[in-house]
């Protein structure tokens, strides 16, 4: 089993839509949860940190499960800026150096 | 402020070959890991500095190995190219323990690797 699992997608959606990203982790012991935003050929850069008590950051929602060991991130009335691949990613326990583990990626593609 | 840099942008080899890659961190920043990412993936972690040690490795052969200097800034060296290691090399920074959030990464813009 993978450590971090998404759905590859693409998800195909229209300007204005609401869009919901799911992601699994392996590991119980994990510690922090991250997503990452990667345009196509570019590095992946931070969008938020995800909180056990969820966080909302503009029209982004990160929620974390920790019973059910999933992430999920909620897009609000998408923009055609927001095509890009979201990155799940987990750090798992290392005793104080963090490495992070990344999910394969979500491709979204939003469309006028 | 710079953000993490990397050289070059995109280096061509043929098989066989060794390669040298360079990272510099963010400014405030004294730990150092790198990544490979093959098309289609999530990158993937190779290993990290701190304090001029390597403090974690991920699964890759002994072809990869680094180096973390007295400013931070680190090389990843490959040996023996292979066809397989063509990808993006990344290169992220993260500040020293103590200040919020130790355990968020910044990555550089990356150096793509082509192994003919």
């Not at chain 1, 990613?89 to 979500?106: H, S």
């Not at chain 2, 007295?70 to 190219?81: G, R």
Request: hydrophobic fraction near 30%.
């Amino acid at each position: 089993r993978k450590e971090v699992e998404q759905d590859p997608g693409p998800f195909n959606v229209p300007e204005g839509a609401t869009v919901a990203f799911n992601c699994t982790y392996s590991n119980s012991a994990s510690q922090s949860f991250f997503w990452y935003r990667q345009d196509c050929r570019k590095e992946p850069k931070l969008l938020m940190s995800v909180y056990s008590s969820g966080n909302e950051d503009g029209r982004f929602t990160a929620q974390l499960n920790r019973a059910s060991q999933y992430i999920s991130l909620l897009i609000r009335d998408s923009k055609l800026s927001d095509s890009a691949t979201y990155l799940c990613v987990v750090v798992p326990p290392q005793g104080g150096f963090q490495k992070l583990v990344f999910g394969t990626g979500t491709r979204l593609l939003v469309s006028p | 402020d710079a953000g993490v840099t990397q050289s070059p942008t995109h280096l061509i080899k043929t098989r066989g070959q060794q390669v040298t890659l360079r990272c510099s961190p963010k400014s405030g920043h004294d730990t150092v890991s790198w990544y490979q990412q093959a098309l289609g993936q999530g990158p993937q972690f190779i290993f990290q500095y701190y304090e001029e040690e390597e403090r974690q490795r991920g699964n890759f052969p002994d072809r990869f190995s680094g180096h973390q200097f007295p400013n931070y800034s680190s090389e990843l060296n490959v040996n023996a190219l292979l066809l397989g290691d063509s990808a993006l090399y990344l290169c992220a920074s993260s500040p020293p323990p103590g200040v919020p959030r130790p355990d968020t990464q910044y990555f550089g813009p990356g150096t793509r690797l082509t192994v003919l």
